[in-house]
């Protein structure tokens, strides 16, 4: 198949019927017609996917394969220090100019992109999904000696050579014809995506791709593609390419560089939902999100643990504004000083007073101990480095492993004496949907190699604050104390577990 290379998007201009019959059906559709124009145009990056599949491409974008071989000019990149398993990501993003870093959470891809920044110089521009996230990739590229960076979105507009723009802003910007955004965009030698897995089905962000011709197209994100593959994740590799650098969490752990998590699976007793019920959002509000039973549950954890450990910092993600706010307060009643974050930068206070503070500031303030419990609502699920957090408590059910993945990246990252991070998660068997949920879940848990603790009488003993949870997780790493081991290999004995 010969084809005619555009940045944006590329033509087939021959390919016999045998070679057209293979590009359709390894698009999963016969027609093609939801990736080909009329004149056979396609996004360039489907390339990549057409010779995953063994399809011969004739010519495509010729990589700068020196980039491979060539040691990274370190006189380059000042306040940058890039560490082993941080190079080789940016030599293949110089190499093939378009492809997705899939590196773990808390892998430092921001540094990785700031040295690609610095490397190719020019003008670049950076999506975003959230202005919470933009403002945290602001401060750390400051810190890397980039202060030519400007930002729109959240109400703030300032333009300069490197941009961090949120894609609501950017899709509005290139609607009203703005003419400053449209130089910029044409002027960019880099477009990059954080968080690029929302690209696939956000038309929002496509439209910046099909604006921008910048020759180098960076994606960024720990879970680029859902686990059923679709037309989202074919529209995402044509955008920006395939993955070019992959690095599971479980390498960093190992290494040292990331927290390893401990998940205590803790079975929800209590009402049941009728098993005939089909709507998620009744199912959510009986099961999750009102559930007495399984909101004590919580409630206990978080004021045990606390108590257990002072300086403990929890951070308990939730979905809706009414479950967090109904936590927050049931916490501060018991003494627990507790502040839930949520959209728009409000922030209920231990008071129950909703106040404007924005996600920076509330993180600024949990970072320096002002209270012990955070409740978040979906804006946490990703992008926030959080590295203090020393206990993660997921409120809110779910099943995507996109969603699981970045919600344990919360914790993972380090901190000084962070060794490991405490997981609590819930068997939610009220309803089938909610315990399929919790099976998939655990399922995560097994594919990235996280110790899961379900043992009954473990897991009571640490609800009720019978236990340290530290003394759980020593026991199961074969250390710990004595006395309680021996109550556990009784129990298992007995049968009474």
Request: net charge neutral; charged share 25%; aromatic share 8%.
């Amino acid at each position: 198949m010969l084809i005619e290379y555009g940045t944006i998007a590329s033509r087939i201009v021959h390919c016999d019927p045998t070679e057209w019959q293979s590009v359709c059906h390894s698009l999963n559709n016969p027609e093609g017609e939801a990736f080909f124009r009329p004149d056979y145009a396609f996004l360039s990056g489907l390339t990549a996917w057409f010779r995953h599949c063994g399809i011969r491409v004739d010519g495509d974008l010729v990589p700068d394969t020196k980039w491979l071989t060539t040691d990274i000019p370190r006189d380059l990149l000042p306040g940058i220090e890039l560490r082993d398993y941080q190079i080789p990501p940016v030599q293949k993003a110089l190499c093939y100019k378009r492809g997705i870093i899939a590196n773990c959470t808390g892998a430092g891809k921001t540094i990785e992109y700031a040295a690609l920044v610095k490397l190719l110089g020019g003008k670049s521009i950076c999506i975003f999904e959230t202005t919470a996230a933009a403002e945290q990739m602001l401060e750390c590229l400051k810190e890397y000696g980039l202060e030519s960076c400007g930002i729109i979105g959240g109400g703030k507009k300032r333009y300069a050579d490197h941009m961090l723009v949120v894609s609501d802003s950017a899709y509005s910007r290139i609607v009203k014809r703005d003419e400053r955004f449209a130089q910029h965009l044409h002027e960019c030698k880099l477009l990059a995506f954080d968080e690029v897995h929302h690209l696939g089905s956000s038309k929002t962000w496509l439209q910046v791709c099909l604006y921008c011709p910048a020759p180098y197209r960076i994606g960024l994100s720990a879970t680029p593609f859902d686990e059923e593959w679709g037309v989202s994740d074919l529209t995402l590799v044509g955008a920006v390419g395939g993955i070019i650098d992959l690095l599971p969490s479980k390498v960093l752990r190992d290494a040292g560089y990331l927290a390893e998590p401990f998940v205590f699976m803790i079975p929800v007793a209590g009402a049941t939902v009728d098993l005939v019920l089909s709507n998620w959002v009744e199912i959510e509000k009986q099961a999750i999100v009102q559930h007495e039973y399984r909101n004590n549950l919580i409630i206990s954890i978080c004021s045990h643990t606390v108590q257990k450990i002072p300086d403990a910092k929890m951070l308990v993600l939730v979905r809706q504004e009414k479950h967090g706010r109904f936590l927050c307060k049931k916490l501060n009643e018991l003494g627990v000083r507790a502040r839930f974050s949520f959209g728009s930068k409000r922030m209920y206070d231990e008071n129950d007073r909703c106040v404007h503070r924005s996600y920076s500031k509330v993180r600024a303030e949990f970072e320096a101990g002002e209270f012990s419990v955070l409740l978040g609502s979906v804006v946490y699920d990703e992008s926030q480095d959080m590295p203090s957090v020393t206990d993660l408590v997921l409120a809110s059910g779910g099943k995507k492993m996109r969603r699981l993945k970045q919600r344990l990246g919360r914790g993972e990252r380090k901190c000084t004496g962070k060794k490991h991070v405490r997981v609590y998660d819930f068997y939610d068997s009220q309803h089938p949907s909610t315990a399929r949920h919790s099976r998939q879940r655990s399922e995560g848990y097994a594919e990235e190699e996280i110790f899961e603790v379900t043992n009954p009488k473990v897991v009571n003993d640490l609800v009720n604050g019978r236990v340290h949870p530290d003394q759980v997780i020593a026991l199961f790493k074969g250390d710990g104390d004595e006395d309680y081991n021996r109550q556990i290999g009784q129990a298992i004995c007995t049968g009474n577990v």
